[in-house]
T-cell receptor, first 115, second 111 residues
């Protein structure tokens, strides 16, 4: 069953703690994305990667870090530098090189809260 | 920077009434996509429009892309309670590799 798996579904962060959100896809998509969703704010791009071992900052990258060591995986770390991390985090992937590129397939999301 | 404005932010209709959400870009778009997010869920791709003036239909949903490729609309005829959710437009600008999402229109349908 192909798709994008995000874990955990809920995550709690203590002050000064780094936490890592997992995103795995078995769609064989080249590109992967991380978005942050706040109520009434739509989706804002944090980081994206179009190929293994390469990634670019999105609109709100400060306080976040990513890695892309494997095509299937694109973990997001929310660092202690992110002062307002409470949000719904969505991972997405898309195919490249076709007319359907940039069509995003989303995971179920991770809800991060600060204790 | 790229901006995609979407209105209204929220709409509450009675079942059977029509609904329209509008999307406007500050720049000319290569294409525009529409997504639906059910309450508590994640966005799901609905459709992509590429050509100037393009109109596409999916059952009761009609999607339009403006002649200047700077605006788009989604119209739902005779809403049903299953239409409840937030509808997002997302535009792709020429030369860019990422989408810019509108803030979404939340639709509530009362039976």
């Amino acid at each position: 069953d192909g798709g994008i798996t995000q874990s955990p579904k809920y995550l709690f962060r203590k002050e000064g703690q780094n936490v890592t959100l997992s995103c795995e896809q078995n769609l064989n998509h080249d590109a992967m994305y991380w978005y942050r969703q706040d109520p009434g704010q739509g989706l804002r791009l944090i980081y994206y990667s179009q190929i293994v071992n390469d990634f670019q900052k999105g609109d709100i990258a400060e306080g976040y870090s990513v890695s892309r060591e494997k095509k299937e995986s694109f973990p997001l770390t929310v660092t202690s530098a992110q002062k307002n991390p409470t949000a719904f985090y969505l991972c997405a992937s898309s195919i490249q090189g076709t007319r359907d590129k940039n069509i995003q397939y989303f995971g179920a999301g991770t809800r991060l809260s600060v204790l | 920077g790229q901006q995609v404005m979407q209105i209204p932010q929220y709409q509450h209709v009675q079942e059977g009434e029509d609904f329209t959400t509008y999307c406007n870009s500050s720049t000319t778009l290569s294409n525009i996509q529409w997504y639906k997010q059910r309450p508590g869920g994640h966005p799901v791709f609905l459709i992509q429009l590429v050509k100037s003036g393009e109109v596409k239909k999916q059952k009761r949903l009609t999607f339009q892309f403006g002649e200047a490729k700077k605006n788009s609309s989604l119209h739902i005829t005779a809403t049903q309670t299953t239409d409840v959710g937030t509808y997002f437009c997302a535009g792709l600008n020429s030369g860019y590799s990422t989408l810019t999402f509108g803030k979404g229109t939340m639709l509530l349908v009362s039976p």
